[in-house]
């Protein structure tokens, strides 16, 4: 067993009031640094960006890269058309991951 | 720029994609100076999260220079030296509101699981990763923090993920003076994690692994004492001779759903992926823990299930406590154990390589090769 008086800091946060994690259970607030009741919305995208279907619209920000496309994308549209807790919603976007793949490699077989 | 790029399960690359653009006002645009490769990458490498598109790029370790800013940013200006955390959050929503900035519900419009994460599949929001040259960072007055002038950017890179992740993992595990701690994984996380295990008052801290040169250097980086689960009969019979027939009273699993020591759960859920993952370690560590003790999950997990003992669980009164880390919070607390000597947070690089190398520092990390504990890249080479 280790001798605790040679480990650097040992137990100097033993007491759970000085745990970072403990304090933020206490009261609700806006984190440091924000400077908004609700947060602004990100532009309208240019590329078809995907939700759960739960959403009735984008969050505020979101990814832009890679749109779905080909086979592997229309398999993701009907994914994110079922509840995210469905295992058909997971095995569908699986599904689609590897369709993906074929197509990127068909992709890369056609190019000159 | 130049970037990793996803090429398929178990193939990188690297390769030149157009320069992030400002998409939101409160957007930053970050030059990345060190972006690391963490543990969970290697599970968008082998293809276990959903929705992980060819192309895309990795990448949730970083830290970096702000090169532009939107309008609406206040607390950052170009030249500004930053670490970002991994988890992008909003910081005024129900969940940020609470301090669980992992779980913000304004950053990712494609699950409800977690908030949006950079480089991590499109189920966590479609952003792209930082093991590039640049990276757009969303709000940017809540994430990021500026690096102190006296700290080099390597002495910070990992309080953007894997030691808070490992801190968390402790904290959640409600040490008190005189637990005996058990940590499954002596990857990143998992020494983080026995680190803070000591910092938070624990009488004796175990790890457990399979690898050699990783149980080795957990003992000598963290001053634990090691078992090696593939020399012992059974591990969790082991673990409870090992503490008075009762097990430890804490136990955290810094492993996740990659986990070996089981061919049944290494068949059904890496090989036929007919669960998410192998849950060898969570199991391992709810039949170990002593009755009405704590597991600890960081490891990471994916839907939609696992087979899990949780009867066990249930029975024996274990407190179950997981999440991914609520970074932010974290930061300001483990810079001053870096900067008092108690953590020396760099100490665990062992590889470093330009980007143009990626697949070569995958290859090593994935392979556990030549010692590799953990690897950073160098978007910019040296400079």
Redesign the interface.
């Known amino acids: 067993m280790a001798d605790q008086t040679e480990i650097p800091g040992w137990g100097v946060d033993g007491d759970p009031r000085k745990r970072p994690g403990v304090p933020m259970l206490l009261k609700p607030r806006r984190r440091p640094g924000a400077h908004w009741k609700e947060p602004e919305r990100q532009r309208p995208p240019d590329v078809p960006v995907l939700k759960r279907k739960e959403r009735d619209e984008l969050t505020p920000t979101f990814g832009t890269a890679l749109p779905p496309r080909g086979l592997s994308g229309v398999l993701k549209r009907v994914a994110y058309e079922l509840p995210e807790h469905s295992v058909r919603h997971v095995l569908l976007l699986l599904l689609s991951d590897r369709v993906d793949v074929v197509e990127s490699r068909l992709r890369e077989w056609g190019r000159p | 720029m130049q970037a990793m790029v996803y090429?398929?399960?178990y193939k990188v690359k690297v390769g030149q994609k157009p320069d992030p653009v400002i998409?939101?006002?409160?957007?930053a645009i970050v030059r990345v100076t060190r972006a690391a490769i963490c543990g969970s990458d290697l599970h968008l490498l082998h293809?276990l999260v959903?929705?992980?598109?060819?192309?895309?790029?990795f990448g949730h370790e970083f830290v970096g220079v702000v090169e532009e800013v939107g309008p609406?940013v206040?607390?950052l200006r170009p030249g500004d030296r930053v670490a970002v955390p991994f988890n992008?959050?909003?910081?005024?929503c129900?969940y940020?509101?609470?301090?669980l900035?992992a779980n913000c519900?304004?950053?990712?419009?494609?699950?409800?699981?977690a908030a949006?994460v950079y480089g991590y599949s499109?189920?966590t929001?479609?952003?792209?990763g930082g093991q590039a040259q640049y990276v757009r960072v969303?709000?940017a007055?809540?994430g990021p923090m500026k690096i102190p002038d006296d700290m080099e950017d390597e002495e910070v890179l990992f309080l953007t993920d894997i030691l808070p992740t490992g801190?968390?993992g402790a904290?959640?595990g409600?040490i008190q003076?005189g637990d005996t701690v058990v940590v499954f994984g002596a990857g990143p996380v998992g020494l983080f994690a026995m680190k803070?295990a000591?910092?938070?008052?624990a009488?004796?801290?175990i790890a457990v692994d399979h690898v050699p040169y990783r149980l080795d250097f957990a003992r000598r980086y963290a001053?634990?004492?090691t078992l090696d689960f593939k020399e012992e009969d059974d591990i969790v019979t082991t673990l409870k001779e090992l503490t008075e027939g009762r097990g430890p009273d804490v136990t955290i699993d810094a492993v996740g759903m990659e986990a070996e020591g089981s061919k049944l759960h290494s068949m059904l859920g890496v090989k036929l992926?007919l669960e998410a993952g192998s849950p060898t370690a969570l199991n391992w560590a709810i039949q170990a823990t002593r009755k009405g003790g704590t597991v600890s999950v960081v490891g990471v997990y994916g839907?939609?299930?696992n087979l899990v003992p949780i009867g066990t669980a249930m029975n024996k009164g274990l407190t179950l406590r997981m999440n991914q880390c609520?970074v932010?919070?974290?930061m300001p607390?483990l810079l001053e154990?870096i900067r008092?000597?108690?953590?020396d947070a760099k100490g665990i690089i062992t590889h470093r390589f330009p980007l143009g190398e990626v697949a070569r520092a995958y290859e090593l990390f994935e392979k556990k090769l030549d010692g590799c504990i953990k690897c950073v890249l160098l978007p910019h080479g040296h400079a």
């Open positions: 090429d398929g399960p998409e939101h006002p409160n957007d293809g959903s929705d992980t598109r060819v192309g895309c790029t609406s206040r607390h992008i959050s909003c910081g005024t129900f940020c509101k609470r301090g900035l519900e304004n950053t990712n419009p494609n699950s409800d699981l949006g499109h189920t929001g479609g952003y792209e969303p709000f007055d809540v801190y968390q904290e959640m409600g003076a803070s000591w910092l938070l008052g009488e004796r801290v001053q634990v004492e992926k839907p939609p299930w609520n932010k919070r974290y607390h154990h008092k000597g108690r953590i």
